[in-house]
């Protein structure tokens, strides 16, 4: 069963701060816990496998090295999505225009799924690429991540509205993009 | 047409985030507009699209690669001033730690390294040559070493400076020892010395100027430095297939001629070199993935000395070293480097007892010394009078 990020946040709290006393082993359960997680956000908004994992990696590094700057007033899960979606912004930024989105398809393509899943994923992905950014990390977060829209506003730090807002422009052209009709 | 609210109805309705009243709202719509049905079936659709994309698991050896990156935690608790020392070293080093952390820019740093390590063995002079002056690459001498013309007087064995060398008790420990032996011995060694890119990397000015570097000098001085070329895992991964191949590939190369190594030093510019074709090129290169995937290369980011050379003040000047670039840049210098002599006196056992040797780092420091790489002339000297201790 999946684990929601609000229900584990004491259980957060207790490893944040056995990490701070440089416990190698809560540092680990710290990457249990979320690699799965941001590694499939960083694959959305991305679409490449090979990037996702570098933000990834980056992302659970920055996050240790700045874990004493980290106010356990507030959710560890909104700070670390947060830096998952803030890094995968800066690698699409850092990405080489004239790489085509086949090109990260392609990358993608091994070690996926087969046959009709591989294809759904596909398809997905190419419609996610075709949203802003700002745009796609709402639907990432909403569809792949099932976060509330209080949620999705705290880890982009913008209001609910915008979060519906976005939703609903993104939703507007995965349809046309997916062929789900046109309203 | 369906106005603001009721899109926002619907939407809400489909998230599950409508409130009891809000879904009674919302089923009260369907009932009277078919829009909204309509839209909502679209939505649910699109929603049922996204559920069947499958989360995938992460890379097994992500975990891994995080936990190896993370700084180990002190072993014992230091005097206050040394905590002092290191808070400050770690401020000064914190963007290039951040340039390093991540797996491509820690393969970048570790090439960085690889390259210093290796030229370590072109500067100190070893193994001795087995041929004459006269007769090497057939370029006369005068013509490839600039700086200093020499002269009969300082090839010959009473040289001065030769001798001032040998009047040195660490010198003649080094020189009479058996590993040291063992390498002058070599057949790779000797190979090595004989090979016409080794004497084109000698005679090129900028190899001259980065081995008078002081910033040079200090990171070959280094304990890190000497801790990483005493590693069984440095030299796997120096003496792999892969490794080599990386290094000679165009992407790589490119790199280096673009100055990718200076770059290192800020995480903007790291961001700018990830941006280049080169950059993206190396990714999709085989012997990278190759690289990265071997237990030597991720023993090697792992250790201490590699996390202390990378956070090493002289070892970053070296990287921003013009003449530096140049020697990384230079065709016969990348011969040298793929060379399987080379290779084979890398992964040697007496190259790396050698190299570890503190007579050899005393050796290293003395002015005399480091003069012999200027002059090959004066190198084979050394190596002449060192076999002539050995007997």
Redo the contacts between chains.
């Keep these: 069963m999946k684990e929601t990020p609000l229900a584990a946040d004491e259980q957060d709290r207790a490893l944040v701060e056995r990490c701070l006393e440089n416990d190698r082993d809560a540092a680990g359960a710290l990457v249990d816990r979320y690699q799965q997680r941001l590694f499939n956000v960083a694959l959305r908004m991305l679409n490449n496998v090979q990037d996702a994992e570098d933000v990834t990696q980056t992302v659970f590094l920055n996050a240790f090295r700045m874990l004493r700057t980290y106010d356990p007033r507030y959710r560890f899960f909104s700070w670390i999505y947060r830096m998952t979606v803030n890094e995968s912004l800066n690698m699409l930024k850092r990405r080489k225009p004239t790489v085509t989105l086949e090109d990260d398809l392609d990358i993608l393509a091994p070690g996926a799924a087969p046959d009709r899943a591989a294809e759904a994923e596909d398809r997905v992905g190419r419609a996610l690429m075709g949203l802003t950014p700002d745009d796609r990390a709402v639907v990432v977060l909403k569809h792949f991540v099932s976060f509330s829209y209080k949620e999705i506003a705290d880890v982009l730090e913008v209001p609910v509205r915008t979060v519906k807002s976005r939703l609903f422009t993104a939703r507007e052209r995965l349809r046309l993009a997916l062929g789900e009709g046109v309203r | 047409m369906?106005n603001r609210d009721q899109?926002?109805l619907i939407?809400?309705e489909i998230?599950g985030?409508n409130s009891p009243e809000g879904s009674a709202a919302f089923r009260s719509l369907l009932e009277k507009d078919p829009?909204a049905g309509?839209?909502a079936a679209?939505?649910r659709?699109?929603?049922g699209?996204?559920a069947?994309?499958?989360?995938?698991?992460?890379?097994p050896h992500?975990?891994r690669?995080?936990?190896d990156?993370?700084p180990q935690?002190?072993r014992a608790s230091p005097p206050a001033i040394v905590q002092w020392a290191v808070g400050r070293l770690r401020l000064v080093t914190?963007r290039m730690?951040?340039a390093i952390?991540?797996?491509?820019t820690v393969l970048i740093g570790s090439a960085a390294v690889a390259i210093v390590l290796v030229a370590v063995g072109l500067i100190t002079g070893f193994p001795p040559g087995s041929h004459e002056a006269a007769t090497i690459g057939g370029v006369e001498p005068a013509a490839r070493y600039h700086g200093r013309v020499m002269t009969e007087a300082d090839v010959s064995l009473k040289n001065p400076e030769i001798q001032a060398l040998f009047q040195n008790d660490q010198v003649l420990n080094l020189v009479r020892s058996d590993v040291f032996r063992e390498a002058m011995q070599n057949q790779a060694f000797r190979e090595l010395m004989a090979s016409d890119a080794y004497h084109q990397v000698m005679a090129s000015d900028a190899y001259r100027q980065i081995q008078a570097n002081d910033a040079f000098r200090q990171v070959m001085a280094s304990d890190a430095y000497r801790q990483i070329m005493a590693s069984q895992a440095y030299r796997q991964l120096a003496a792999t297939e892969a490794f080599r191949q990386l290094q000679a590939t165009e992407a790589f190369r490119q790199l280096e001629a673009q100055g990718a190594f200076r770059q290192m030093q800020s995480s903007e510019a790291m961001?700018q070199l990830?941006?280049?074709?080169a950059f993206?090129q190396l990714?999709a290169n085989a012997a990278f993935h190759q690289v990265m995937a071997s237990d030597a290369f991720r023993q090697v980011m792992a250790s201490d000395a590699y996390h202390q050379i990378m956070a090493n003040d002289a070892f970053r000047q070296v990287m921003a070293n013009d003449a530096f670039r140049q020697v990384m840049a230079n065709d016969a210098f990348r011969q040298v480097m793929a060379n399987d002599a080379f290779r084979q006196v890398m992964a040697s056992d007496a190259y790396r007892q050698v190299m570890a040797s503190d007579a050899l780092r005393q050796l290293q420091s003395a002015e005399t010394f480091r003069s012999l790489a200027q002059s090959q002339a004066l190198s084979q000297a050394f190596m002449r009078e060192a076999m002539r201790a050995q007997m």
Excluded: G, S, W, Y
């Design positions: 369906l899109v926002e939407q809400q998230d985030a829009d309509a839209l679209d939505l659709n699109l929603t699209r996204f069947q994309v499958a989360e995938r698991a992460p890379p992500l975990k690669a995080i936990l990156a993370l935690p002190a914190e730690e951040e952390m991540t797996k491509k961001r990830e941006a280049k074709a993206h990714q």
